[in-house]
Every structure is written in C-alpha cells, then in structure tokens.
C-alpha cells in the first residue's frame, strides 16, 4: 500500500511531477479492497494451488506457474449451490479473504462455497518466483487480462474436478480493482459467472471518460461537510507551507511541529512532504468509516470529523497557528494509538503489499488521469500531464502506458450489452468519481450509499453501519438469489 510506495516515489522523483505519484499511489491505494480486519470473524478456509499457464493468449511461453486459491465450503449445498468467487486484487489473497466480512456473512444463507483466488503477481501468485519483478520482460505477463483468463481457467477447473459443482452458479465478488476485476469477468466471461458484485470499482476512471478532477473533488467535500472552514483551512496551508519554509528556522520549526523523523531540508523535501500531506487527507476520504477501523491506519469512527476539530479556524490566523491545527490533525491518522515515535513522510499507511505490481499496472494499461485546480478542490493546482506520467513510467519500467487499452477492451461507457452486473458506490468514496453510479439497464445496476466510503458494504457488518449500507447488502443479496434462480431453471 501506500507505506511501498516511497520506494517507486523515490525512483520517479523529479521535481514537479510528484503529484503523478500521488496519483499512482492514490491508485495503489484502491487495491485494499476489503476493509480492516475483524476481530470477531470466525474464519476457516482450506489454501490450495492451481498450475495455470504464464501465458494464456501467446504460444511461445509455454511456463506455468502456482496460483494460490482458498476455499470454504462449510455452508455450501451440495450438488450445485453457488461458487461466490472474489476476484482476488493486486495483493495477498488472504488479507482479503479475511477481510471480506460480506462473503462470509451470507454464505450460509446462500448455501455458498467461497473462492478467493490471488491475482497473479501478488502475494504468493508470482509466475517466474521471486524473480517476478527483476525485469520488464518478466513483468509483461502483469495484465488484467492474463489475470481473469486464470479465473475462468481455476472456476471451469474446478467445476469439473469438484463433487457436485459441476453446475453450480458461480458469482463474481470484488471490491476496488477487484472490483474493476468482477465487472470485466462478468462481461468477458459471461458463460463462466452469472453475475457479479463490484463495489467501489472505478471502472471509467480512464483516459476521457470522466473528468479528471471528480477525485479530488470528492475528498475535499468530504472535508467540507466534517467541520467548520475545514476544506477552506486546507486549502490556505499549502501558502502558509512555502511561506513558513522559506527560512532555515520555519523549516526546523515545521519539521519539529510535525514530529518528523528526518528534518525538511530541501526543496525537494517540502515536494515530498506536501504530497505525504495530500495523500493523508486522501486516504482518511477513503477510510471514513462509521466505527473505529484500522485499515491503513487505526482511526476512530468518522474520522474526517475528528481530523477537522483542529482545523475549525476562521480567516485570520497565522500560518503557525494554521499550520499547528494541520499538525495535529495529521497526528489523528499517524497516531491514534499513541505509539507513533515520529512522522515519516515515506509512509502514509501501514503494510506493504504488491505496490511495484500495481504500479507497473498503471503505467501499463490502468491508466487513470488525475487532476486538481486549488478551486473546487483544496489542493494545489496541478493538470493532468499524460507526457510526463509516461516518461515516469519508462524511466522505471521500460515500459510506456497505453491510454486508450482499458477503453478499447472493455469498453469504457458502452456497457449497455452486457448484463448482471451490481456497481455500489459509496457517496464519500473518491473512487466513485470513476465509477458507474445510475442504473445503466434492468441488469446493469447502480447502488448508491450514500454515507458509505471506500467499499463499505464488502466490510464486516457493524452495529454503527448507516441504514444505507445495510439496505445495500440487502439489495445485492437479492440479485445474488435471482441470479442464482434463473440459473438453476431449466430451460432458461
Ligand atoms: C466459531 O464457529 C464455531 C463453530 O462453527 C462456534 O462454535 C464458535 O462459537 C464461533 N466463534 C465465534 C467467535 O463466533
Ligand atoms: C488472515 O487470517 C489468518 C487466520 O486468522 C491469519 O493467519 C493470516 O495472517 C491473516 N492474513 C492477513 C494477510 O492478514
Ligand atoms: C510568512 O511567514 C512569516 C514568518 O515566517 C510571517 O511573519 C508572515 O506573516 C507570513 N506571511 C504570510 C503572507 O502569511
Ligand atoms: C503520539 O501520541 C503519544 C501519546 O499522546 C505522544 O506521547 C507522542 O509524542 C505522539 N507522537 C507524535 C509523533 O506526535
Ligand atoms: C521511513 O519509511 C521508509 C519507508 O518505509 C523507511 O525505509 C525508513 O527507514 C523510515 N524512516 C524512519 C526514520 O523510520
Ligand atoms: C437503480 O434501480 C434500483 C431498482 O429500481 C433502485 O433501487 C436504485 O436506487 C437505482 N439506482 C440508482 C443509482 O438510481
């Protein structure tokens, strides 16, 4: 997660260009589908491996490789109850297994059998070993494509191996890119899986199909509706950050106030430190949950509002006194538990899983523009540069993004064709800026959660969920069982 990303940052720190790497981190980010890990969930599942091929379109590399899959199959009824299949992110499978509450809250209702399937290149899933990421060559195979020919190879597998599962519905579950993930399954492999769930999958977050500052939009307000002048306060600390910096001793000051562990001392350390900012206040957008949650960070409930207590400033104020209320608020996500020694601008979240995978992603075929303009964001104003995040991308890939590959494959806004499909989007989502948020046929629907943020309704149930996730849910299990109806009639 974010925490890997200072690796790849520092490879591509050029001054100026590191909001594209807050772009790709806000990105890589989006990858933690699921949710904090649940202290009460009595999860058991049986880890198991499948020999798939390293390439499933080209002839000529005939390798295979081990995929890690995990199975339930305590409530599944059998012959022929349903397969729910998460279409596994860029990360450990299990860390979303066991973090996908949802799943495993309505298996038995369902009479399910549980799947997680890793996507290859992350966790344990890595097609040429540790070797994976040494070079570009072996990095090729990295596509969204290869990954969800290696799910219908695993479901059409294992419904012909498994007792009983030979026509079993299968139902695709993913959040974020996992999410992104099940759409495309669906509409790609519409033989293989009768419907899917995506949550929070910004799946037109692609080169012109919406506009680039949606996202930041969202996260600012966010700020806004949490606490008085708490967007506008923001907005003024970048000024007040120069400003403050521009002398020996507002840069000692700084550092001290914000209990830094390495000292600001360059231009190029104040760059750095305003996007380590930024990505904060973007990752508490994501994580604002009702309850106490550690996610990326351990936070309390509705964290945004607690950040924004120190940020109730009015016009007049200094930018020390301004830039104390940023400090504090920061603490609220750095140090919640009050065992963080010093802030390190390297890190905005704790772990570190498959960032380089999802980096090479995005430089490849996850192409998502981001943008800001300072006005209907809180952010400094900085355009969205395709030259320069390609130029980023080759100079530590090898490897140039393709702008238009995601639209021309899965086919951007014209979706209309397909069927089956549930988008929920939470309203404090920043993803939802690139998600599908109104119904777009019978079939291709949109649940909108209000109160929710990133993928809420994938998360655990909880005694503090709005009313809105819980009708979501309710919602998805509805299409689940029509589709799983339908699919157990014959002769339809
Ligand atoms: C876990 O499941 C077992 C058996 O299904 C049950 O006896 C136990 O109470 C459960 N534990 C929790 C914490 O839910
Ligand atoms: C998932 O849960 C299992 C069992 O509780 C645990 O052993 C494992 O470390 C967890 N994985 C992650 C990535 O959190
Ligand atoms: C800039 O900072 C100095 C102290 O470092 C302060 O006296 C001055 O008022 C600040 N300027 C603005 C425009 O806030
Ligand atoms: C974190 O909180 C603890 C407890 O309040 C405090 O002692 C410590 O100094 C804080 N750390 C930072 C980096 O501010
Ligand atoms: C800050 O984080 C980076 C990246 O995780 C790490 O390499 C570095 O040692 C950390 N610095 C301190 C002082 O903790
Ligand atoms: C889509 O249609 C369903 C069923 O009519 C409705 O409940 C839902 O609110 C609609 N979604 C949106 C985003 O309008």
Not at 407 to 433: E, M, Q, R, T
Request: glycine share 8%; charged share 15%; hydrophobic share 40%.
């Amino acid at each position: 997660m974010g925490a890997g990303g200072r690796a790849a940052a520092l490879c591509l720190l050029t001054l100026g260009l590191t909001f594209h790497v807050t772009a790709l981190k806000s990105q890589l980010f989006a990858r933690f589908g699921g949710s904090s890990s649940s202290g009460d969930s009595n999860i058991s599942y049986e880890t198991l491996y499948f020999v798939q091929k390293i390439d499933h379109f080209g002839f000529l590399e005939d390798g295979t490789f081990k995929q890690r899959y995990l199975v339930a199959n305590k409530h599944w009824k059998q012959p022929g109850g349903p397969i729910l299949f998460y279409t596994g992110n860029e990360g450990d499978i299990t860390w979303f297994c066991n973090n996908t509450g949802f799943m495993w809250e309505i298996a038995e209702e369902l009479g399910a059998m549980l799947v997680f399937a890793e996507h290859r290149y992350y966790g344990e899933s890595l097609p040429f070993g540790q070797e994976s990421y040494s070079d570009s060559k072996h990095l090729n195979y990295l596509t969204s494509e290869q990954a969800l020919a290696d799910f219908a190879v695993l479901i059409q597998s294992l419904k012909s191996t498994l007792a009983g599962a030979q026509h079993s519905p299968v139902i695709a579950v993913g959040g974020s890119y996992g999410g992104m993930l099940a759409a495309w399954f669906r509409m790609k492999y519409p033989h293989v899986v009768v419907g899917a769930l995506a949550a929070s999958a910004p799946i037109w977050q692609f080169p012109g199909l919406v506009p680039c500052g949606d996202f930041y939009k969202i996260v600012t307000q966010d700020f806004a509706k949490s606490g008085h002048n708490c967007d506008a306060n923001i907005r003024n600390s970048w000024k007040a950050i120069n400003n403050v910096t521009s002398t020996a001793s507002g840069l000692q000051w700084l550092s001290e106030e914000f209990s830094l562990c390495a000292p600001l001392k360059s231009p190029v350390d104040i760059i750095v430190f305003k996007s380590w900012l930024q990505e904060t206040w973007v990752n508490l957008a994501m994580v604002d949950y009702p309850y106490e949650a550690n996610f990326l960070q351990p936070l309390p409930p509705w964290p945004i509002q607690v950040v924004c207590k120190f940020l109730a400033f009015d016009s007049a104020v200094s930018d020390h006194q301004l830039l104390r209320g940023v400090s504090r608020a920061a603490k609220v996500y750095y140090n919640y538990t009050g065992s963080a020694s010093c802030l390190n601008t390297s890190q905005t979240a704790t772990g570190s899983l498959g960032f380089l995978g999802w980096f090479y992603q995005a430089c490849t075929e996850m192409v998502m523009p981001m943008c800001t303009d300072g006005v209907q964001d809180m952010f400094e104003p900085e355009q969205w540069n395709f030259q320069a995040f390609s130029d980023e991308c080759h100079a530590m890939f090898g490897v140039r993004p393709r702008a238009d590959w995601a639209g021309a494959v899965y086919g951007g806004k014209d979706i209309a064709s397909h069927s089956n499909i549930i988008f929920s989007n939470g309203g404090l989502d920043p993803w939802s800026s690139g998600g599908v948020t109104r119904n777009l046929t019978g079939t291709l629907v949109s649940i909108l959660i209000p109160d929710g943020a990133h993928h809420l309704d994938l998360r655990y149930s909880n005694a503090r969920d709005p009313a809105s996730v819980r009708a979501a849910r309710q919602l998805e299990v509805k299409h689940f069982q029509q589709w799983i109806k339908t699919a157990s009639t014959p002769g339809l």
